[in-house]
């Protein structure tokens, strides 16, 4: 079965870090694209951030570009989320997904990360007080 555990959300003061993890089974890793969106309380979902594990592109979107970056590592199947400068703004449950066809470079022309991923994780909270 399928499977993306999200896990490394919690409690942060404004202006610390977090990193998030999406462990993944179940499929071919290397042929994937992994994504992190996030969905605030009574806001719609947004992708922030995604990542081509067979060559490494990767894709941020504005609203976090300069505080977050993602990274994979292959061997453990496990892409992470690098969280810095957090604002109140960031608290949100974060989600990652994975996806065969919608990748970065997709993500780069048309200006924003398309929802329309595979499989999805449970989500993991991350509360950023100020």
């Known amino acids: 079965d399928v499977q993306l555990q999200a896990s490394g959300g919690g409690l942060v003061q404004a202006g610390g870090s977090l990193r998030l993890s999406c462990a993944a089974s179940?499929?071919?890793?290397?042929?994937?694209?992994i994504g992190w969106f996030r969905q605030a309380p009574g806001k719609e979902r947004e992708g922030i951030a995604c990542?081509?594990?067979?060559?490494?592109?990767?894709y941020i979107a504005d609203s976090v570009k300069g505080r977050f970056t993602i990274s994979s590592d292959n061997a453990k199947n496990t892409v992470y989320l690098h969280m810095n400068s957090l604002k109140a703004e960031d608290t949100a449950v974060y989600y990652c997904?994975?996806?065969?066809?919608?990748?970065?470079?997709?993500?780069?022309?048309?200006?924003?990360?398309?929802?329309?991923?595979?499989?999805w994780g449970q989500g993991t909270l991350v509360t950023v007080s100020s």
């Open positions: 179940g499929f071919t890793f290397k042929d994937y694209t």
């Open positions: 990542i081509d594990t067979s060559d490494g592109v990767t």
């Open positions: 997904a994975a996806d065969r066809l919608v990748g970065p470079r997709i993500a780069q022309a048309v200006g924003v990360m398309l929802p329309r991923y595979d499989y």
